[in-house]
């Protein structure tokens, strides 16, 4: 380190003497500073060479002299070291500046030193992602770029009764074996389905059952702390939002849920289509079958599904084009499909096609929307005016742009003005928002409930 800062020195000072260029820098005396010869460097420069030796060797500065702590101290240095983190730095900010308190939020910009930001998120030691979703669980750690595994969920969190606690213990388990790792040994950042939609009292004792029966089967396999959060609001965290609208494609239900500031504003109404990635799946396999399309199970239907199928920017217009595709699929060969391809995604707006009696997604959304217009829950309508799209079936290319078109044509343009549909961050969007919690320089602490604190505030008795 202190080579490579000589020969800096020297080339700069060398460089800049000969130029005889007063105004980039003081004159070339070496006189006494507490910065040494390096005082007569610009700031910004300094900033620049000290960029180069890392942040390690950045942060042994601070012992020099109370102007190398100051120098090292500056923000700019360290967000450009945040900035060179495999999580986005966009997310970073986002996390740090509104999610770093944990809830109710409470954001910070100001006074905020990302030196120590820098440093805490170092010394976190990451936690375990467990997102149980409806078809498909992803697991893995929050310090990974993309989840470790996948598995086929196997419960039936909607219903709660008395095997519930056997089935999660046995769920957990599985995981936790499957990632060859000791529940004792990190905090846990797991997803909550979306489900018990009403407001109504019986629905409120029915979710809080639900995660207090989540939070019960990990402590008693001896998770040090739990972070419990609703997977619509963990999409919404990887959208870098707190509030917004969060349409989530599940396996077999479609839900479309209003978010007010991390809430979910179930007095608004959740709205709730009878129609997910398995009707779909089950669509362009009757599609297929029509036209002679022979298959050998419905993997290659969903892989087709998710390779080939898209959603047309006009249904009508696009019956007229030419859309045939084709694609190789191992072991079974190549296969080709045509007005299959926008079909398959036409059921998500047309779901008559399909002979299910449903609202189309655009009209649930512009429903939710014109409850949230109509509520005056904010004096300004921004918020729920953002649309993310989550769920493995909301990645079917133009969806977003057929999903804000719709919508356009059917609010007023007091309401439409400003809308805007988020495609998804891939099949695991609900994944990316939990590793943003998990990462926080501030975790697990406000985010996160201990055993002991688990059973002093749990109020309500689970009936295994």
Known sequence: MAMLLRRVWETMSSRTCSTGDSSARPSCTTESSSLGAFDQIPWDVLIQIVKLIGPKEAAKLCVVSKSWRALVSDNRLWIFFLQHQQEPWDSIFFGETTLGSGYPYQTLVTGLSFMQIYGQRAQVPGSVIIDGGSGYCKFGWSKYDCPSGRTATFLEFGNIESPMYSRLRHFFATIYSRMQVKPSTQPIVVSIPICHYDDTENAKASRRQLKDCFQQVLFDLNVPAVCAINQATLALYAAKRTSGIVVNIGFQVTSVVPILHGK?????????????????????????????????????????????????????????????ASLEIAGEGWFTLSNERFQTGEILFQPRMADVRTMGLDQAVALCMDHCHYAELSGDDAWFKTVILTGGSACLPGLAERLEKELRGLLPSSISNGIRVIPPYGADTAWFGAKLVGNLSTFPGAWCVTKKQFRRKSRFNIMW
Do not use: H, P, W
């Open 264 to 324: 979910v504003m179930r007095k608004v109404g959740v709205e709730v289509m009878g129609l997910g990635a398995l009707k779909l799946t089950g669509y362009l396999r009757l599609l297929m079958q029509q036209n002679n399309i022979n298959f050998g199970s419905l993997y290659t239907v969903r892989t087709l599904k998710e390779k080939l199928c898209y959603v047309a920017a006009d249904y009508k217009a696009e019956l007229s084009k030419d859309t045939q």
